[in-house]
């Protein structure tokens, strides 16, 4: 009998220390990629592409200025010319019903490699998935992943040495 309570106790301490914040800590994330690469670039301004699919409520347009108000909000300047590095936000949209509209968005940032002649992203991304969801609440989801990939941007380039 006592045998069998020492057996559970030892799966409830288990259970317990790895639902404790101890087990879910993260490392510490490194976000130099988020630094120009060239020391001439200003780090107070950034080129960012937007993309909104035909099947969305939000248009690229309306995108394009969610997007330019989270960057406007962190006081960094949207460029008129390709930065590296440079921030990609893509809304898709797939009407399966009229109540249930699926949206993904993808945040990221990345680079253009001319030697290639293909797009590189990095690794660390901001993407949001929802389904069902009113075109108000959608204008938040991107608000949100813009300004947390633009809390990022400022931490490596304004705040770590």
């Not at 087990?23 to 510490?28: G, R």
């Not at 460029?79 to 990221?108: G, H």
Request: proline content about 4%; overall charge negative; some cysteine.
């Amino acid at each position: 009998m006592f045998g069998v309570i020492l057996i559970r106790m030892k799966y409830l301490f288990t259970l317990l220390f790895l639902l404790s914040p101890f087990s879910f800590a993260e490392d510490e994330i490194s976000l130099l990629h988020l630094k120009p690469p060239n020391k001439t670039e200003d780090p107070n301004t950034l080129w960012v592409w937007t993309s909104a699919e035909s099947d969305c409520e939000i248009t690229k347009k309306q995108l394009q200025k969610i997007v330019e108000g989270s960057l406007i909000r962190s006081r960094i300047k949207p460029a008129d010319e390709y930065t590296d590095p440079s921030l990609s936000v893509q809304l898709k949209c797939m009407n399966v019903s009229t109540f249930n509209p699926i949206f993904d968005l993808t945040t990221r940032f990345g680079y253009f490699d001319f030697a290639r002649d293909s797009s590189v992203f990095f690794g660390r991304q901001y993407n949001k998935l929802g389904m069902g969801q009113k075109k108000m609440d959608i204008e938040t989801v991107i608000k949100d992943s813009v300004d947390e990939a633009m809390e990022d941007y400022i931490r490596a380039n304004f705040l770590v040495d």
